[in-house]
Every structure is written in C-alpha cells, then in structure tokens.
C-alpha cells in the first residue's frame, strides 16, 4: 500500500493527479523487431551465406552447397507492479485514482521493457541447438571513447564516431534501405548541436536550431534516451543497430486487473504485469559507440 497517497487528501477544491517527471513508456519499442512468444525460451533460427560454384565443365556433378543453419535464444522474464488503495483514502479524495495508479503501473512496466532491450544489445547471447552456446559482443563492433578519424580525439559523440559506425554496417553488408537507428542521452544531443556541420545543415528540413534536436542525420534516426548503460569506466555505451538486429518478443502485453483485495479489508488492489524478453540477433548488426560525459 502507498504510506505516501495522505497527501492528496482533500485539502483545496482541485480534482486532477499530475504524474512526477519520469519516463512515460517506452521510447525503444518502436525501432526493434516485435515479435510473440508463447514459451519461456524460444529460438530464432538463421541461415549463413553460401558462394556458387562456377561450371568450368559440361555433364559435371552437381554441387551440394551446405547451408549453415544458427539459432538464437530468447528468454521471456516476467514483471509486475501492485499498490493498494484503501476504502478511507477514496472516501477523502475528490478523484479516483485507481485509473492514475494503472497509468503509472504501464510507464514503470515501459521502462522495464526498454531495460530489458538495452541490456540485451550489449549482452550475452545464447545461441546453438540447445542455446547453451555464449556469444559476447565483440570488440570489433566497438567504437572506441577517443576515436577520431582526423585531428586531436574528442570523446564525446563527434560526426568521426557517427561516420565510422555508418561504414561498420555498411561494410557488414546490412541493407541500406534498412533503418538504422542511434540512441543517446541528453549529453550526446548537445554534443551534436554543437557542432559545425550539424548547424550547417538546411535547417528546414534537421531544424535542429528551432526545436533543439537531430532527428535524423547521416542516415540515423537518433532517440533519446536516458536509460542508456555505462561501462566500467562510466562512458556511456550508445547502440547502433539496423531494425532487425534486435529483437523484442512479448509473451503477454501489459495488462492491469483492478479490484478488491478481500484480505486487505476490501482495499482496491491495482495490479500490471507484463512478460517479454530480448535478443540481440547477429553481431555485425549492432555497433556501440562509447562516449565520455562531463
């Protein structure tokens, strides 16, 4: 039970909750593969490339071209989220607030998924026919915090960083017509701002100096996102990733249940859960780009 929800007790004629600042969802749901899962593992099978063989002879045999198969492991986890509202606490309130409180339950549950998502792009992945195989993710595909193409290393997020993580996906032979998505912090975003070519860019179609954001530039969609991991040196570890190199799969949506708890003396119960799990899907899909934070 909230000990906290006194403080809503009518005092003054106003009939409205506000919600504190906090992430309202989740913001990464969008830009990754959603699929359904309706086991607690579940495995994504994948074909490699093959070459064809050349005919330098007439009537020769015909060439078998063994296809190699992989699989990737997906682990559904379970969350939930509960607060009781007591018979005497509706009576001195003007509004209602189970419906605040089931809105509240879905933004904390939100987040959890997009937790859920960041820390499986970096993660270990379990592969093989059992999915008892680990995969880390390699350093290739990392980019490092004072990288710089040119000049003296900046550690921040420079276009250097941005130009190197395009041509790592590129050069992996990810589709082009694929999106391809970056998120960062608060911090990276005015890294970019700052920054000469950002503002030389018509700002009819970045408007960066009107709305005071990137959307888009060199080809990424850029997110915000302030839940983003650090490693052991506290930079900041920002995914790139193309829309199918990371895969969410919901074994249930959010759901709330709202009634009476018979044992709480008939207290109003709201209760939200949701199960989901994720995975990262090939390595030479995904870059991470460090970066320093002042």
């Given at each position: 039970m909230s000990n906290q929800i006194t403080t809503a007790f009518v005092q003054q004629y106003k009939a409205n909750v506000e919600f504190l600042l906090q992430q309202k969802g989740s913001v990464m749901r969008p830009y990754v593969r959603n699929e359904t899962q309706n086991a607690e593992f579940q495995f994504y099978d994948r074909i490699g490339a093959?070459?064809?063989?050349?005919v330098l002879t007439r009537h020769a045999d015909t060439p078998l071209i063994e296809t190699p198969h992989d699989r990737r492991r997906c682990h559904l986890r379970d969350f939930d989220w509960a607060d009781l509202?007591?018979?005497k606490d509706r009576i001195r309130l003007l509004i209602d607030p189970t419906s605040p409180y089931a809105q509240n339950a879905a933004f904390a549950l939100g987040r959890s998924l997009d937790d859920v998502i960041i820390e499986n792009m970096f993660g270990t992945a379990y592969t093989g026919k059992t999915g008892s195989t680990s995969t880390t993710f390699p350093a290739g595909q990392q980019i490092a915090v004072n990288y710089a193409e040119t000049g003296s290393a900046t550690t921040g997020l420079i276009i250097d960083k941005l130009r190197n993580a395009r041509q790592k996906l590129i050069a992996a032979q990810n589709d082009k017509s694929e999106p391809r998505y970056i998120a960062i912090s608060a911090i990276q975003m005015t890294d970019l701002l700052a920054n000469s070519l950002i503002q030389n860019v018509d700002t009819s179609e970045i408007k960066a100096l009107v709305h005071g954001e990137v959307p888009y530039y060199m080809g990424f969609k850029f997110i915000e996102c302030e839940r983003l991991l650090t490693d052991g040196s506290s930079h900041r570890?920002?995914?790139c990733w193309v829309h199918s190199g990371m895969l969410l799969a919901m074994g249930a949506e959010i759901q709330a249940e709202i009634g009476p708890r018979r044992d709480k003396r008939n207290s109003?119960?709201?209760?939200?859960a949701?199960?989901?799990g994720a995975v990262r899907m090939e390595e030479e899909k995904m870059i991470e780009i460090k970066c320093d934070e002042p």
């Open positions: 093959t070459a064809a063989v050349e509202i007591d018979r570890r920002l995914p109003t119960q709201v209760y939200s949701a199960s989901f």
